[in-house]
């Protein structure tokens, strides 16, 4: 069997007669078990170890209590890879397909397998994915200083765990290169959870050059994580769209997981987040919007909508008359049309089931976030376009 190998469905190293497990070895080393990242960066990394482009396989990690993932961890412990099965539509064609992602090698858990954790990440990661959630970055008070030196028990919070496991790191091999990805939907993903872990190193009173080496040695990225994951499969594996994006901001001494044509390197992740929020989310407000207004039904979709003649030409005239004309200000004209290709293409999706009833939750905070920075960024380049679509959507309560 391979490392990290079960016992009866069981995360080796869980229940009286477990056998010894082996060591948790592998390149990449992952905090989170989701279906989104089964589907994104570790199939990424599947489909580059088969080309020879990867730095290694990955070890997955769960770092929460959740029945679900624990049922994950079991399955993937074996190494025997799951389904990703792809659904949508791309350059006009109807994909239907289902991949095996190969990637991850090993699993384990934080609560029952923290010394081997400690281990991997001090001895073997070289580079570090995390997805751990919307709440994922908050800080537990039981955690306290008292958890660097404790071998058996992990800490509660994933920034503590993080610490603890980078000041293992330091003190056996402070000049060994890492990598770190957080792929949270944050922004600034990798300097935010740089800056958590390092203030947090700094209240425990943890010594300064451990908290130099958090901040310039250990390479934070930070990036853009893109892929509408509809499904969860059990015990593992997940059904995705084909469009997918992983834009990572270019910095020195960045060791990449592996090459793959999704993952793209930039020095202006800016420009990708903007596409992201000025073409598909605020398409997406714009349908809410929408739907609000006309008191469409509950269960209505973007694929209905996208269906609707008259509906569809607002929001492909939204797109090309208050939207793109922004990004040609900024030399981004052909950018911008191809992304809204994709996005029409994504839309289209015959497969997802996607209610804009769900889009509309928190709708008047979407608004602001999505709509009201494409009229000051039109603004800033005195842009004389009347945007009136975007303009009235913000307008009503």
């Known amino acids: 069997m391979l490392n990290g190998a079960q ?19 592998q390149a990449i080393l992952q905090f989170g078990t989701s279906r989104f990242l089964q589907a994104h960066v570790d199939l990424f990394v599947s489909e580059a170890l088969e080309r020879g482009e990867s730095i290694g396989g990955i070890t997955v990690i769960q770092t929460t209590d959740s029945a679900d993932s624990a049922e994950r961890v079991a399955a993937l412990a074996h190494g025997d ?97 890492l990598s770190l990805f957080p792929c949270e939907l944050i922004e600034k993903n990798g300097e935010v959870l740089r800056d958590l872990v390092a203030e947090l190193a700094t209240q425990w009173g943890l010594p300064a050059q451990f908290v130099t080496y958090v901040t310039a040695h250990c390479v934070w990225a930070n990036s853009l994580v893109d892929r509408i994951v509809s499904q969860a499969l059990k015990p593992a594996g997940a059904v995705a769209e084909p ?8 910095q020195a001494r960045l060791q990449l997981p592996c090459s793959h044509p999704s993952i793209v390197v ?11 929020l ?24 973007v694929y209905e909508a996208m269906n609707e003649p008259a509906l569809r030409a607002e929001l492909e005239a939204l797109w090309v008359d208050e939207v793109v004309p922004v990004f040609a200000a900024l030399g981004k004209r052909d950018d911008a049309l191809a992304y809204t290709v994709e996005v029409r293409d994504r839309f289209l999706n015959p497969f997802l089931a996607h209610r804009i009833a769900d889009i509309a939750q928190n709708h008047a905070q979407k608004k602001q976030r999505r709509l009201a920075p494409v009229l000051a960024l039109a603004q800033s380049l005195g842009l004389q376009i009347e945007q009136a679509r975007i303009k009235a959507a913000l307008a009503s309560d």
Request: proline share 6%.
């Open 243 to 250: 469009y997918a994006l992983w834009a990572i901001e270019r």
């Open 266 to 276: 930039t020095d202006d992740l800016e420009h990708y987040e903007r596409l992201k």
């Open 81 to 177: 890879g799951y389904p990703v099965r792809i659904r949508g539509v791309k350059a006009g064609a109807v994909v239907d397909e289902t991949l095996t992602g190969r990637a991850i090698r090993q699993a384990a858990q934080t609560r029952s397998d923290w010394a081997r954790v400690r281990e991997a990440f001090t001895h073997h990661a070289q580079v570090i994915i995390s997805n751990t959630g919307d709440r994922g970055y908050q800080l537990d008070a039981r955690d306290e200083v008292s958890v660097v030196s404790n071998l058996t028990y992990a800490p509660h919070s994933f920034p503590a765990k993080l610490l603890v496991l980078l000041h293992a790191r330091w003190q056996a091999r402070p000049d060994a290169p």
């Open 278 to 301: 000025f073409l598909l989310n605020l398409g997406h407000t714009f349908l809410a919007e929408r739907w609000l207004r006309d008191g469409r039904a509950a269960d209505f979709t």
């Open 7 to 25: 016992t009866d469905g069981v995360p080796s190293g869980v229940g009286a007669d477990a056998p010894s497990p082996l060591p948790l070895n």
